[in-house]
């Protein structure tokens, strides 16, 4: 694991977006895996920002998000659909064609996960998997206790992530119970991943997920097994180091 040491969140959130850029203009077609979340804000709010200066192309660029709540539409302004609508697909030129994020509504949800890794599988696999980690090191919305071998499936959230999640939302009634995430070998199957880590309250994790033991119960201590992660993270999430 080859972790980068930035001063604060926005030099987090810089290196991210010239590591992607870059990425995304060295190649003639690039599968990325996107995360939503607080943590890769600043991450797309450069990758615009470049967009609209350097003009770089996004056409040759399919996505797959990571993870959607479960009962949210797309219009619904805490969906991840428009997280992503929001923070970056509108403001690049990717085709519509080519984003994908699981779909939290259909009518078979069990379905919907076998099709989910039937169409990253069918397009190739993902080249660069962009992840945050949540405080209880969960990579996804894959929860502690969640087996390593798990692909796409429906999750219930548990408590701690309905809390940390619920200042997006105006009550913490409104703050989804489930959720569809890629699975745990679904995120490690991709080519290379990236994770992103700021902030005082990442700290407790960043030191397991350096430090600590293979365990189910902590899901990200699984990418110490994975041959090519690059991790940003800044001074106040490493501070337990
Ligand atoms: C959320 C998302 C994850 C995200 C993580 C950290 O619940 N499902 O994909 O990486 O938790 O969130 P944040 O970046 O807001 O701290």
Redesign the pocket.
């Known amino acids: 694991m080859e972790v980068i040491k930035v001063k604060n969140y926005n030099e987090m959130s810089k290196k991210a977006a010239e590591y992607i850029i870059s990425k995304v203009r060295s190649s003639n077609r690039i599968h990325l895996g996107l ?7 600043g991450l797309y709010k450069y990758m615009v920002l470049d967009f609209h200066k350097n003009k770089t192309d996004y056409r040759h660029v399919t996505s797959f998000n ?2 959607e709540y479960v009962g949210l539409s797309e219009e619904n302004p805490n969906s ?1 659909h428009y997280y992503m609508k929001e923070n970056l697909f509108s403001h690049i030129n990717i085709l519509d064609s080519n984003v994908h994020l699981p779909d939290g509504n259909g009518v078979s949800l069990q379905k919907e996960c076998v099709q989910y890794d039937k169409l990253i599988k069918e397009c190739g696999g993902i080249d660069v998997q962009v ?5 209880n090191g ?4 894959n929860e502690p206790g969640t087996s390593f071998g798990t692909k796409t499936h429906v999750v219930k ?1 548990t408590e701690s ?1 309905r809390q ?2 619920k200042h997006f939302f105006n009550h913490m009634d409104e703050v989804p119970t489930h ?1 569809i ?1 890629m699975g745990i070998q679904s995120i490690m199957n991709s080519r290379e991943i990236l994770l ?1 880590a ?2 005082i ?2 700290s407790a994790a960043m030191h397991k997920l350096l430090h600590g033991d293979l365990n189910e119960q902590f899901p990200a201590s699984i990418l110490q097994l994975h041959p090519n992660v690059t991790v940003i993270a800044d001074l106040q999430s490493l501070s337990s180091q």
């Open positions: 995360a939503t979340g607080g943590t890769p804000l990571l993870d991840y992840l945050g980690i949540g405080q969960h990579i996804g919305f959230l992530t940390a999640n959720a995430t992103l700021s902030g309250e990442k």
